[in-house]
C-alpha cells in the first residue's frame, strides 16, 4: 500500500487547513487510518486515527474539539480537518495505514506510512 499526503502548507493562528491522504490500494476499507506528526526535536505523535469499518474516531487530547478525521472508501482517502489551529500543532504530518485492527496510538503498530507534509502555523 502506498500512501500519499498532502494539503500542508503556512496558516496564521486561528486558521484551517484540510490533509488529504490517498491510498493505492484496491482494499481501502479493510484499513484502520491514522495522522500521526513529528515536530523538529520531538518524537513522532499520534494525533487522530478512523476504524477500517468507519465507526470510529479516536484523537489527541491535544486536538480533540479541533480537528477531524474522516474516510472517503469511494476515493480511497483520509483527511484530516484542522480548525482553530495553534502553534504548536507545526509538525511534519504523516498518515499511516495498518489493516483490519482498533485504533492505536502507537506508531510501531502501523504498516504503512505516508511521506508527511508540513504544517506550519504562524503566530
Known amino acids: 500500500v502506498q500512501l500519499q499526503a498532502s494539503g500542508g502548507g503556512l496558516v496564521q493562528t486561528g486558521g484551517s487547513l484540510r490533509l488529504s491522504c490517498a491510498a493505492s490500494?484496491?482494499?481501502?476499507?479493510?484499513?484502520?487510518l491514522a495522522w500521526f506528526r513529528q515536530a523538529p526535536g520531538k518524537e513522532r505523535e499520534f494525533v487522530a486515527g478512523i476504524r477500517w469499518s468507519g465507526t470510529s474516531t479516536y484523537y489527541a487530547d491535544s486536538v480533540k474539539g479541533r480537528f477531524t478525521i474522516s474516510r472517503d472508501n469511494a476515493k480511497n482517502t483520509v483527511y484530516l480537518q484542522m480548525n482553530s489551529l495553534k502553534p504548536e500543532d507545526t509538525a511534519v504530518y504523516y498518515c499511516a495505514a495498518v489493516a483490519f485492527k482498533e485504533i492505536v496510538a502507537v506508531s510501531t503498530q502501523y504498516e504503512y506510512w505516508g511521506q508527511g507534509t508540513q504544517v506550519t502555523v504562524s503566530s
Open positions: 490500494t484496491r482494499t481501502f476499507s479493510a484499513y484502520t
